[in-house]
C-alpha cells in the first residue's frame, strides 16, 4: 500500500473531473473454487485498490461528489473470523490508512445508493465483470444484468482510465519490482529448457518463484513447445530436442503491479538455421519498435512496422511475396502474427481491459482497425510519458490457419503457400519487453534485459552468462 496521501489525491483528482451524482467502486469477493469455503486465491479489484488502497473482501466504496463525502463500506470481523482467519486491525483502522474516514456497515449500501436515486442523481459505476457483482450491481439499480454493461458511467470509466493510464514514480518502483521477478522468473525457465524436461515442470518452478516473491502470477503462464497457440495453457508436454519453448509469464508483485514477458527458447539453447532465421526477424521487430516508441507516436504506427518488418524478413526467406505497402494494406502479415503488438501494462497484465479494451487503448484520433490480426491490437493510442507497454512481436505457423487461408487463396498475392509447408511443425516465436515511454523514447521498465539474441539465450541455457 501508499500513504495515504496518495489515495486522498487520486480521490480528490477523482471527484474534480467527474463533476456532479455519487461514484460507486465495488471490491471483489471471494470467489468459491469447488464449495464457499474453498476459495480461488483473492484478487481485489484494481480501480478500487487504485482508489482505495484495502486488499480484502467485500468492501465498496462510495464518494458522494455532490456532499463532499465519502464512505467505506464493509463489516468488522466476527470472532469466528478472527478464530479461523486471525485477528487484524479493525476495518476502521485500515480505511484510515487510505484516508477514509467514515466506515459503515456494508448492509448500509443498498440505502445509500437507493436514496441518491431516489433523489435523481446519477450513480456512476464501472462495468462489472465478476457474477457476484453483476448481482449485487443489479440489486442495487434495479437494472435487468444485461443492461449493466450498457449503462456503466462512460464518464467515469474515461476518468479513471485517463488517471491509471500515465504511471507515477512509485508506481514505476512497483513495476520494476514486478519486473524483477519476470526477470528471475525466466532466466530460470532457460535454465531449466533441457530435453526430458516437462512443461509443467518448468511452469511450476516459475510460478513458485512468483509466489515466493510477491502475490501470484500475473496471468496463467503460457509456456509450451506448441507456441503457435498463442495463449497455450497446456503444459503437458515433455522437451524434445530440436523443439522451441515459447514461455510468456509474469509476476505481480506485492503491491500489486504486473510483469509480462516473453522468450522463446530452442531445447539445450541448441537452435537449427530455420529457427534462428525466424528468431531474428522476430528480434528485428523487436528492436526496431523499441527504437520507435516514443512521445507523440501511435503505437497502431509502431504495431504497422512490426508487420512491415515481419512480411519483409519472410520474403527475404522466399515466404512470402509482393509489394510490401500492398501486402499491409490487405493484412497479409497477419497470418504469421494474428495479434497486436502490446497492451498497457499496470495493477492489470492487460491494464485495465475489464474498463474497455477499446476505451483504454483507442480514441478519438485513433481508430480500431477491422482486419483480422490487426483488430487485436490492444493498444493503438499515441504514446507519452508515463505509459507502460508490452512490445511483443512474433511469428506463428498455424498450420489450420494456414490450410484455411490456403483453401480460400486469402492474401494468395503476398503469401507463398509452397514454401510454408517446410514450417508445419514450427511452432512459434514470441519475444516481449516491458517498457515505460520517457520524455525522450523509452526505457526497459526493468532495467535488465532477459537474453534476446540466440547467442545470450543459449548462453543463459547452458549457465555461462549469469545475470
Ligand atoms: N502475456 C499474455 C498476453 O499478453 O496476452
Ligand atoms: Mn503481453
Not at 7 to 14: A, F, G, H, P, T
Not at 106 to 122: I, P
Not at 133 to 138: D, G, I, M
Request: charged share 25%; with cysteine; net charge negative.
Amino acid at each position: 500500500m501508499f500513504t495515504k496521501e496518495i489515495y486522498i489525491k487520486r480521490r480528490e483528482e477523482l471527484k474534480q473531473s467527474v463533476k456532479s451524482g455519487i461514484i460507486l467502486l465495488l471490491g471483489n469477493g471471494e470467489a468459491p473454487m469447488n464449495y464457499d469455503g474453498n476459495t480461488c486465491d483473492f484478487r481485489q479489484d484494481s480501480s478500487f485498490i487504485y482508489y482505495a488502497g484495502l486488499d480484502t473482501p467485500d468492501l465498496a466504496y462510495i464518494l458522494d461528489i455532490d456532499q463532499n463525502k465519502e464512505y467505506l463500506l464493509g463489516d468488522e470481523l466476527t470472532i469466528d473470523d478472527v478464530v479461523w482467519m486471525g485477528n487484524f486491525p479493525s476495518l476502521k483502522e485500515r480505511a484510515a490508512e487510505a484516508g477514509i474516514n467514515t466506515v459503515l456497515p456494508f448492509s448500509q449500501l443498498s440505502s445509500l445508493v437507493g436514496v441518491a436515486m431516489k433523489s435523481g442523481r446519477t450513480v456512476h459505476y464501472l462495468k462489472p465483470y465478476r457474477y457476484r457483482n453483476k448481482l449485487l450491481l443489479s440489486e442495487l439499480l434495479g437494472k435487468q444484468i444485461d443492461s449493466l454493461a450498457a449503462d456503466f458511467s462512460l464518464e467515469l470509466t474515461r476518468t479513471i482510465i485517463r488517471m491509471r493510464l500515465i504511471k507515477s514514480n512509485e508506481e514505476l518502483v512497483e513495476l520494476e519490482d514486478a519486473g524483477k521477478t519476470g526477470y528471475a522468473m525466466h532466466i530460470v525457465a532457460m535454465k531449466m529448457c533441457r530435453q526430458g524436461v516437462s512443461e509443467r515442470e518448468i511452469a511450476g518452478m516459475i510460478e513458485g518463484l512468483a509466489i515466493s516473491k510477491g502475490n501470484r502470477v500475473s496471468f496463467p503462464t503460457i509456456l509450451s513447445m506448441n507456441g503457435q497457440t498463442l495463449h497455450n495453457h497446456d503444459h503437458s508436454g515433455i522437451l524434445q530436442k530440436g523443439r522451441l519453448m515459447l514461455c510468456d509469464a509474469g509476476a505481480e508483485n506485492l503491491n500489486y503491479y504486473a510483469s509480462d514477458f516473453t522468450r522463446t527458447t530452442a531445447v539445450g539453447g541448441e537452435y537449427s538455421e530455420q529457427q534462428k532465421e525466424i528468431h531474428n526477424i522476430v528480434l528485428k521487430a523487436l528492436n526496431d519498435s523499441i527504437d520507435m516508441a516514443k512521445p507523440g507516436v501511435a503505437y497502431k504506427t509502431v504495431n504497422r512496422n512490426a508487420y512491415r518488418v515481419i512480411f519483409e524478413g519472410l520474403r527475404e526467406l522466399g515466404l512470402t511475396k509482393g509489394d510490401t505497402e500492398e501486402a499491409l494494406e490487405a493484412g497479409a502479415p497477419a497470418l504469421f502474427m494474428p495479434h497486436g503488438l502490446g497492451h498497457a501494462l499496470g495493477l492489470d497484465v492487460h491494464d485495465m481491459e475489464d474498463l474497455g479494451e477499446t476505451l483504454t487503448g483507442y480514441d478519438d484520433r485513433i481508430k480500431r482497425d477491422t482486419l483480422f490480426g490487426y483488430r487485436s491490437l490492444r493498444f493503438g493510442k499515441h504514446l507519452e510519458p508515463g505509459l507502460v507497454l508490452t512490445v511483443e512481436p512474433g511469428i506463428y505457423f498455424i498450420p489450420q490457419l494456414i490450410e484455411k487461408w490456403k483453401a480460400e487463396k486469402t492474401n494468395a498475392d503476398f503469401i507463398r503457400f509452397d514454401t510454408l509447408k517446410n514450417y508445419c511443425n514450427f511452432g512459434g516465436i514470441r519475444l516481449e519487453d516491458d517498457i515505460v515511454i520517457t520524455p525522450q523514447g523509452c526505457r526497459p521498465v526493468y532495467e535488465k534485459r532477459l537474453p534476446v539474441t540466440v547467442e545470450e539465450i543459449r548462453a543463459a541455457v547452458n549457465n555461462e552468462r549469469i545475470n
